[in-house]
């Protein structure tokens, strides 16, 4: 395959998906109505932010598979975080499992970390490029289970 195709391919895997789901939660969105703890950016930041991250995520995969450098547990890794990741906004926003998609969310940093570190050991800028994931993963994981705490009641 073409490295043009394997960047496509790994680029347009998360956006879209990302997208999909966005749609499907479009409607039970409640964001704007929650309490929300200290640093809560605006609800419009959240759909550029993650289609930064997930622009970031499929050009780090696709420089690891254009390089034969993706194996089975980096595979593993990575649509696993992928998975965790596309559940999270369905699980906190149309289910409203708020202290379920606290527990979610420390997995999908785990599995970020690990993703970061597998990825870093391949090739130092694919694991780079996670690294900005990772960090608003860390402040959704605040965001998360502030709101649940702020809202609980």
Not at 32 to 55: E, M
Not at 77 to 95: E, G, K, R, T
Not at 102 to 110: D, E, T
Request: hydrophobic letters at 55%; aromatic letters at 16%; zero cysteines.
């Amino acid at each position: 395959m073409s490295k043009l195709k394997i960047y496509a391919k790994s680029i347009l895997i998360p956006v879209i998906l990302g997208g999909i789901v966005g749609f499907l939660i479009s409607g039970s969105m409640d964001y704007n109505s929650l309490k929300k703890p200290l640093f809560a950016p605006p609800g419009i930041l959240f759909p550029i932010v993650w289609t930064i991250l997930y622009i970031l995520m499929g050009i780090s995969y696709g420089r690891l598979e254009s390089k034969s450098l993706i194996d089975s547990k980096s595979k593993t890794i990575y649509y696993s975080q992928l998975v965790v990741n596309l559940l999270w906004p369905i699980f906190f926003f149309a289910f409203k499992w708020r202290l379920f998609s606290s527990i979610w969310i420390i997995l999908l940093v785990l599995l970020v970390l690990l993703m970061v570190i597998d990825f870093y050991h391949k090739e130092k800028i694919s694991g780079l490029l996670q690294i900005p994931y990772l960090l608003w993963s860390i402040f959704a994981t605040y965001l998360t289970i502030s709101i649940y705490f702020l809202n609980h009641v």
